[in-house]
């Protein structure tokens, strides 16, 4: 039958016709193939064989000219049934079926059947060797498979293999780090990269605390950059994150924040227990912006795996999705403002926090141990006060002042963590963990921290007897919230934190937390 298509005439009872289908658009030969496919097939089985066009550059062969145009066109499945009816011809015929199986091995290749593909260039290069051919390119395509394709889809395999174990190790935060415990994953800010020494490590914290039911829960904070890797050297898994609070929308707050949904997913897709976790996340408005694409995320059975609340200054957060915080964590959250632009908002929408918790405190007021985060903000008169039933303040410096007499319009800087902590302490015990330091400040956070802890006493008290310390941050801080007390470094014994001192080693841009000489 004659087909007029576009002036072009082409025959499917005439092969001679069917070279005019590269004139065709690509979406109009595709259809014509697919409709005519069967009776093409029926054409080039009456046709006889001709040993001199099978060569596959051979313009007289009518069963490379459609399979040609298939593999061109992406039709591997009406290719593989050219070649799979050409290779059956030839071998009824006692003639060369080891080009046929070569192409038939690239269609299914294509359509990645690997190993049927494979099959057919062995198919192919047995004939080859059988017939003393030995330049034919089914040596190459099992080269290639043997040395490149097979081997990396078994890594693939094993990586798998690997990733689901990783996702399936129980929880073992009571094991690996305790409850009411406070971990810095954080040595630099955020404009590190521009000109980094060294590992440029950044991260937030990690802190765990017991719920009234018994329950170890663990709360990321700020989770940025390298803060799962770190987190995983720990020794701690997807598994121990049941909670994340972000106080804006930098790369240096919310750098993991991805990665550890994308593990939640799969998590939730490989677990062998067939249970869905779902992770809480409390985040300001340039965060909600940032992420609100991931924020309604569902398993492969639709169940939700993130429940989200909003940080608005001023605001008491008490529940999430109907849940008790006091109930589920052990927490209170008070949501204070700070004075630092995000970049989704473009507006002073970043916060900070006070986690008031259930651990007994050993002061009379307040009567619960709390926890201020002051997250990146310049310094406001008075912006201390917000901070004052706090007995452990994580105060982020930033940088130093730049212009004299002028504060920082982004961070604290030195005379703002000065003024904020002199606030927040109003002549009570205090432990201000000093973080956030941009990496000009490598070799010098022991007197950067030295500096602070000196002018934020009160002019009249002996600082020797003072129950206030400014103890800078490094990855490897920990902090048990119970009594206050810090992690001696090389022994991993707690001690209380005005009995600790600080080591740096300017070479690797390390801290040590080291107990200090008895006199």
């Not at 040595?187 to 329950?215: C, D, I, M």
Request: with cysteine.
């Amino acid at each position: 039958m004659m087909y007029q298509m576009m002036n072009i005439p082409i025959d499917v009872s005439r092969p001679q016709t069917w070279s005019n289908l590269h004139h065709l658009p690509v979406k109009t030969r595709k259809e014509w193939i697919n409709h005519n496919l069967a009776n093409m097939i029926k054409v080039l089985h009456a046709l006889p064989i001709d040993e001199n066009s099978l060569s596959p550059d051979s313009n007289q062969n009518p069963w490379h000219l459609i399979g040609f145009i298939c593999i061109n066109d992406n039709l591997y499945k009406e290719a593989e049934k050219i070649y799979e009816e050409m290779q059956k011809k030839m071998k009824e015929s006692h003639k060369n079926f080891g080009i046929p199986s070569y192409y038939l091995g690239i269609a299914k290749f294509l359509q990645g059947r690997h190993k049927e593909a494979y099959a057919e260039f062995k198919t192919s290069r047995q004939y080859d060797l059988l017939h003393k051919i030995f330049d034919s390119p089914s040596a190459a395509a099992i080269h290639y498979m043997e040395e490149t394709i097979f081997p990396t889809k078994e890594i693939i395999h094993k990586n798998q293999e690997k990733l689901i174990d990783d996702l399936n190790i129980p929880r073992c935060l009571e094991k690996v780090f305790g409850t009411n415990k406070l971990r810095t994953i954080h040595k630099w800010n955020s404009s590190s990269p521009l000109f980094s020494r060294a590992v440029s490590q950044g991260g937030g914290y990690f802190l765990t605390l017991r719920n009234p039911h018994g329950e170890i829960k663990g709360i990321a904070i700020d989770p940025g950059y390298d803060f799962f890797t770190i987190f995983r050297d720990i020794g701690l898994g997807i598994a121990d994150i049941d909670a994340i609070i972000i106080t804006h929308d930098h790369d240096d707050h919310t750098e993991s924040v991805e990665g550890i949904l994308s593990l939640l997913a799969k998590y939730n897709d490989h677990n062998h227990e067939k249970k869905s976790r779902v992770i809480d996340i409390f985040g300001s408005a340039g965060v909600l912006l940032k992420f609100h694409g991931l924020l309604s995320a569902t398993d492969l059975f639709g169940n939700k795996e993130i429940n989200f609340k909003l940080l608005v200054p001023g605001n008491i957060i008490s529940e999430i999705e109907g849940a008790s915080l006091k109930e589920k964590y052990g927490i209170t959250v008070y949501v204070k403002q700070a004075h630092h632009t995000e970049r989704w908002t473009n507006q002073e929408s970043s916060v900070g926090l006070v986690l008031e918790t259930n651990i007994p405190s050993s002061e009379e007021e307040p009567h619960t141990l709390c926890i201020g985060i002051t997250g990146d903000t310049r310094y406001e008169n008075g912006l201390g006060v917000e901070y004052k039933d706090c007995q452990l303040l994580l105060t982020n410096i930033g940088s130093i002042e730049k212009e004299e007499g002028k504060y920082l319009n982004q961070h604290l800087g030195l005379l703002g963590c000065i003024n904020l902590i002199k606030e927040a302490r109003l002549r009570k015990p205090l432990l201000s963990i000093l973080t956030e330091f941009g990496e000009e400040f490598s070799g010098k956070r022991k007197i950067i921290s030295q500096i602070i802890e000196n002018w934020v006493q009160p002019m009249e008290e002996n600082h020797s007897a003072s129950m206030l310390r400014v103890i800078p941050a490094d990855i490897n801080l920990e902090v048990r919230l119970s009594d206050l007390h810090i992690k001696e470094t090389d022994t991993n014994v707690f001690f209380p934190y005005q009995m600790i001192t600080i080591e740096e080693d300017s070479n690797f841009d390390t801290l040590k937390y080291k107990l200090k000489a008895q006199r």
